[in-house]
């Protein structure tokens, strides 16, 4: 059974940074696109970063410049890297994957694999 297992996350003042990781685990063939999403009490849930498997990136806009996203193909692993973090930074983050089937991912529809969250939480 192939599952994604997220790491890190935790709590942290304003202005602080924080780490997360992901890996994908058992058998499967490619990883094609992996992303990091968020989701708020009350509110929708957001993507905040993804990478393609040709290495191209995309970032939310209110991320951009603070967060960064890379993989580790061989490790079928992303990592998601926030700093200047921000009390509206504070979430649940989600790990998504598009395995099984080539293609981009532009929506979060496009994922087919999701983790089980990973708290993030910042105090002003």
């Known amino acids: 059974q192939v599952r994604l297992v997220e790491s890190g996350g935790g709590s942290v003042q304003a202005g602080g940074s924080l780490a997360l990781s992901c890996v994908a685990t058992?058998?499967?063939?490619?990883?094609?696109?992996m992303g990091w999403f968020r989701q708020a009490p009350g509110k929708e849930r957001e993507e905040v970063a993804r990478?393609?498997?040709?290495?191209?990136?995309g970032y939310g806009d209110s991320v951009k410049g603070r967060f960064t996203i890379s993989r580790d193909s061989a490790q079928n692993t992303v990592y998601l890297r926030m700093t200047s973090l921000k009390p509206e930074d504070t979430a649940m983050y989600y790990c998504?994957?598009?395995?099984?089937?080539?293609?981009?991912?532009?929506?979060?529809?496009?994922?087919?694999?999701w983790g089980q969250g990973a708290q993030v939480t910042v105090s002003s």
């Open positions: 058992g058998s499967y063939y490619t990883t094609y696109c």
């Open positions: 990478i393609e498997s040709n290495g191209n990136k």
């Open positions: 998504a994957a598009r395995l099984f089937v080539a293609g981009s991912c532009s929506t979060q529809s496009d994922y087919n694999l």
